[in-house]
């Protein structure tokens, strides 16, 4: 099992929280077929950079959260069987 985490977007200042975003919508539906580095969930930070959750296996998509969510750097979002 591949766990894909929410990434760290724009800088964050030295001793602060990992920065904090939202997933903004999947690409992928849950349960669907994916394969390495295929464009899964677009993300937004606070900031407003924009990101993707990339596959890093190939397998089949399981969607740990919502579209909406606001989420910290490194949070699961999703698991590749």
């Known amino acids: 099992m591949t766990e894909l985490v929410f990434p760290a977007l724009g800088r ?3 001793g602060r929280a990992p920065m904090r975003g939202v997933l903004v919508r999947w690409l992928a539906a849950d349960g669907s077929a994916v394969h390495v580095g295929d464009r899964l969930a677009e993300v937004r930070a606070a900031g407003g950079d924009v990101g ?8 089949t998509l399981w969607h740990q959260v919502r579209a909406g969510e606001v989420l910290s750097a ?6 590749i069987d």
């Not at 993707?52 to 397998?59: E, M, N, Q, Y």
């Not at 490194?74 to 698991?79: D, F, K, N, Q, R």
């Open 52 to 59: 993707w959750v990339r596959a890093l296996a190939t397998g």
């Open 74 to 79: 490194g949070a699961v979002v999703g698991l």
């Open 12 to 14: 964050r200042p030295a």
